[in-house]
C-alpha cells in the first residue's frame, strides 16, 4: 500500500509542478536512492545531521536553499522495513545526480558515526 500511496503523490505533485509558473522549462530528477538498515535512532540522527546541514523538511518534502540554488527532495522513511528512499526532484543542471547521490551517502555515514 505505501508503493501505491508514493506512486499517486508522486503523480499529483508532478500535475502540480506542471501549473506552477515558476517551473523550471527542464526539470533535472535523478533516479531513487534507497539505503536499507536504517532504524529508528540512525533515522533520528539522520533527519538532526540533515537538518545541521540545512536541509528544510515539511511532511515528505525536504529542500535545500543555497542562495538562489535550490534542490527539492522526496523522502520517504519506512520503519517498517527500515529503509530511507530519497529522490532528488529538482536540481541545477550542474548539479550531477551521481554528487547528490554521494552527499546524501555521506550523511549517513555521518549519522551512523554519531550513534
Not at 501505491?4 to 508522486?10: A, H, Q, S, T
Not at 523538511?57 to 540554488?69: D, L, M, R, Y
Request: hydrophobic fraction near 35%; glycine fraction near 6%.
Amino acid at each position: 500500500m505505501n508503493i501505491l500511496n508514493r506512486f499517486f503523490k508522486g503523480k499529483l505533485d508532478q500535475v502540480k509542478d506542471w501549473q506552477n509558473p515558476d517551473r523550471e522549462e527542464t526539470p533535472m530528477p535523478c533516479p531513487e536512492i534507497t539505503l536499507d538498515g536504517i532504524d529508528k535512532d540512525l533515522y533520528a540522527k539522520l533527519l538532526a545531521e540533515a537538518t545541521e546541514a540545512g536541509i528544510e523538511f515539511n511532511g515528505s518534502q525536504a529542500t535545500i536553499h543555497e542562495g538562489p540554488i535550490l534542490l527539492l527532495f522526496d523522502w520517504n522513511y519506512d520503519s517498517e522495513t527500515r529503509t530511507l528512499h530519497v529522490t532528488c526532484l529538482k536540481k541545477p543542471f550542474l548539479y550531477g545526480c551521481g554528487a547528490v547521490e554521494t552527499q546524501i551517502r555521506e550523511l549517513v555515514q555521518k549519522a551512523k558515526g554519531a550513534i
